[in-house]
């Protein structure tokens, strides 16, 4: 049996170009990233949320609303305040709604999809929307602006909110069950 050397020699060296490729310094590439230390990543961050409260501040005023903040941020005005059971976590929540950004945009309704049902605690949702609707009680109305921290964040959800989007939830407590 006649050994081809030269084939084996191929594979040899194309075996250890790609194992070097895998396996590069990146240096080079961390090199051209600027170094930002902690403090300025923190007061950086401060800034844009501080700029999108005072957008979001301005699209409330536009409106007329006299809207409430909880401390992690979340804008929300009780509509009309319901008759049924709290919301809870724990329970199952089911909701009509309609997704909007401050543009007027509309990216979701439950009037193109069906009502949105989740269980109330267990993620799955923005944590915006899980932090508004213990809030309220099964028939209740509400809106809520969800800074982009709270909603989709830096990505949007790769479909119809875009990255970094502040999202406007008006929405109808239809129904909370238990588990």
Same mark, same amino acid.
């Given at each position: 049996?006649?050994?081809?050397?030269?084939?084996?020699?191929?594979?040899?060296?194309?075996?250890? #170009?790609?194992?070097?490729?895998?396996?590069?310094?990146?240096?080079?590439?961390? @090199?051209?990233?600027?170094?930002?230390?902690?403090?300025?990543?923190?007061?950086?961050?401060?800034?844009?949320?501080?700029?999108?409260?005072?957008?979001?501040?301005?699209? #409330?005023?536009?409106?007329?609303?006299?809207?409430?903040?909880?401390?992690?941020?979340?804008?929300?005005?009780?509509?009309?305040?319901?008759?049924?059971?709290?919301? #809870?976590?724990?329970?199952?929540?089911?909701?009509?709604?309609?997704?909007?950004?401050?543009?007027?945009?509309?990216?979701?309704?439950?009037?193109?999809?069906?009502?949105?049902?989740?269980?109330i605690g267990?993620?799955? #949702?923005?944590?915006?929307? @899980?932090?508004?609707?213990l /809030?309220?009680?099964?028939?209740?109305?509400?809106?809520?602006?969800?800074?982009?921290?709270?909603?989709?964040? $830096?990505?949007?959800?790769?479909?119809?909110?875009?990255?970094?989007?502040? /999202?406007?939830?008006? /929405?109808?407590? $239809?129904?909370?069950?238990?588990?």
């Amino acid at each position: 049996m006649k050994v081809n050397y030269y084939k084996y020699g191929i594979l040899f060296l194309l075996i250890q #170009v790609i194992l070097n490729s895998c396996f590069r310094d990146t240096t080079e590439q961390d @090199e051209k990233v600027p170094s930002i230390d902690e403090e300025t990543l923190i007061s950086t961050n401060r800034y844009i949320i501080q700029k999108e409260v005072e957008r979001i501040g301005n699209y #409330v005023e536009r409106r007329g609303w006299d809207m409430d903040t909880t401390k992690s941020g979340l804008w929300y005005m009780i509509i009309e305040k319901g008759a049924g059971p709290d919301a #809870v976590k724990g329970k199952i929540a089911t909701i009509e709604y309609e997704i909007s950004l401050l543009d007027g945009t509309v990216c979701y309704s439950s009037e193109q999809t069906g009502p949105k049902q989740f269980t109330i605690g267990f993620g799955g #949702v923005e944590s915006g929307l @899980e932090e508004g609707i213990l /809030l309220l009680n099964e028939g209740a109305e509400a809106i809520f602006v969800l800074p982009p921290y709270l909603a989709y964040g $830096i990505p949007g959800d790769q479909k119809k909110i875009p990255p970094n989007a502040s /999202l406007v939830y008006n /929405l109808r407590l $239809i129904k909370v069950e238990g588990r």
